[in-house]
């Protein structure tokens, strides 16, 4: 079972040297909820089984397309176009531009050419993310500042490479935003080799040398030790991708599975090379076969791939086991100078030296409603007296993540200034999404992201007050304060920090 719109494409795959065992693995149209376009098992696939393997060569990136080379890699660097997604995205609408004289020209037909994400919304709509983190983390402006700086620029002095007439077709700002939305959900990290300077132009061979990572979930497969190697990325830091010897790459096929929470059966493995899709549990006919995310909360679904998961919670509600909300490290500083009546200049020695020693300026609070160690130590360094302070600096680390009432106190006001950013109530949400005929599907996606945060944000502010509370009494009875048990260094109410 295949698709028409995808027959082109996989005879091009297979000539090109991948391998697809059309056996096993097919592709249709699943319900919006699962994905839509998506891979399905045409016969039951035992564990363990490859079902796809991807050439180096065959995955686009700065580094395989003939963009750079033809451009001048000198010229290329020196306009920073080596640096960011700015360059890959020139290289995806310069191949894309060539339609199929370019050697991915069947493999950029199968992209999407539309999103739902959150970069192609409305300002109406945008409005109902506020309070959440994933308008701050779009970068559209920084996106639209690469393009007019860098990008038109390096277009504008080669006519050659980029004829005036096609400007407006295949290299406009909105084409820029679509081909990096395309890298935001589909880009996998490929790291490099000692060959990567190639382009595959030379011969289509599967004894290329190629190795690679993932930007979804990709483990180094060890067949004789059957060992993995756990490092998950995404390809967003910029900086480190060009510190690690990594290369933001379009990875044909692979591409085409969809994922959700918890679901995963398959993961891509790479080896010296190929890379290789391998189920990680039998499949039985019929069934999705779903790649994984790493379990990404809604906000970062919503962001990079325009969708939320919806799945039953405990306690009856839904939504997604996964999600998380942000603390920044200001709403904390703001808390404390609420609370001790001073204003945020004369602690900012104190947020200095603890961003120097390495401390988060985010913290994530989880659905296990814990408090991360990182916030609670913060908490402890602002309320430290004078002496105390000089005495912490000087033995160059942050104070342990004890808490007393005081720190109590300071994190149920920021956890309150939290919950403030949101222009809708927790209760507000839930009757909205009780009554949600007519209302736009961009809307309830953000309704569901919010509704999220706030559960988590709710319940770590129950749990806090209702430990502040057995602190006070337990004061009140012995006339000396302690800190609260539960506290005492890690412990379940305590957790570190999640990077």
Not at 26 to 36: M, Q
Not at 314 to 339: H, T, W
Request: contains cysteine.
């Amino acid at each position: 079972m295949s698709l028409p719109e995808l027959e082109q494409f996989l005879s091009w795959f297979q000539n090109s040297g991948g391998t697809i065992d059309r056996d096993a693995i097919g592709f249709k149209y699943f319900s919006s909820a699962e994905g839509g376009r998506g891979a399905v098992a045409l016969k039951n696939i035992e564990k363990d089984q490859t079902l796809f393997t991807i050439p180096r060569y065959l995955t686009l990136s700065s580094k395989t397309s003939t963009l750079p080379e033809k451009f001048g890699h000198k010229i290329w660097k020196e306009r920073a176009l080596d640096k960011g997604w700015s360059g890959l995205i020139l290289c995806m609408m310069w191949e894309d531009a060539q339609a199929l004289n370019s050697k991915w020209g069947p493999y950029l037909e199968t992209l999407p050419t539309a999103f739902d994400t959150p970069m192609f919304w409305s300002e109406k709509d945008l409005q109902e993310l506020e309070g959440t983190s994933v308008v701050e983390k779009l970068g559209k402006e920084d996106a639209e500042r690469d393009y007019h700086d860098k990008v038109v620029s390096a277009i504008q002095s080669r006519p050659d490479l980029f004829p005036p007439g096609t400007i407006t077709i295949h290299y406009s700002l909105e084409r820029y935003h679509v081909m990096g939305s395309r890298i935001l959900s589909r880009s996998f990290d490929v790291e490099r080799t000692n060959t990567d300077d190639y382009t595959g132009d030379e011969e289509m061979n599967t004894d290329a040398d190629r190795s690679t990572g993932n930007a979804m979930d990709v483990d180094v497969h060890d067949e004789q030790a059957g060992k993995e190697d756990n490092s998950i990325r995404a390809p967003e830091d910029e900086e480190e991708d060009e510190e690690d010897g990594i290369d933001v790459s379009m990875v044909p096929i692979a591409d085409l599975l969809n994922a959700r929470f918890g679901s995963e059966n398959v993961k891509l493995f790479y080896e010296e090379n190929e890379l290789k899709m391998i189920t990680t549990k039998r499949i039985s006919a019929g069934e999705q076969i779903w790649n994984t995310y790493d379990d990404l909360p809604n906000n970062e679904l919503l962001r990079k791939y325009g969708h939320v998961d919806i799945l039953p919670l405990p306690g009856g509600a839904k939504g997604n086991p996964a999600d998380v909300v942000e603390i920044r490290a200001d709403l904390v500083l703001s808390a404390f100078s609420s609370q001790s009546g001073t204003d945020a200049a004369s602690s900012a020695e104190r947020i200095d030296w603890w961003l120097e020693e390495g401390g988060d300026d985010i913290f994530v609070l989880e659905t296990d409603y814990e408090v991360p160690e990182a916030i609670a130590s913060l908490t402890r360094l602002l309320c430290l007296s004078s002496d105390e302070w000089e005495k912490a600096r000087g033995k160059g680390k942050p104070p342990k993540p004890k808490l007393d009432s005081p720190g109590l106190d300071l994190i149920i006001i920021a956890l309150q200034k939290r919950i403030a950013q949101y222009s809708s109530t927790m209760k507000e949400d839930e009757q909205i999404l009780e009554t949600k005929e007519g209302m736009s599907f961009n809307k309830y996606q953000a309704v569901i992201v919010r509704l999220g945060e706030k559960r988590i944000l709710h319940t770590t502010l129950q749990r806090l007050q209702n430990l502040l509370a057995a602190e006070k009494a337990k004061s009140d009875n012995t006339q000396k304060r302690k800190p609260v048990s539960t506290f005492e260094g890690p412990s379940k109410s305590m957790k570190k920090a999640r990077r």
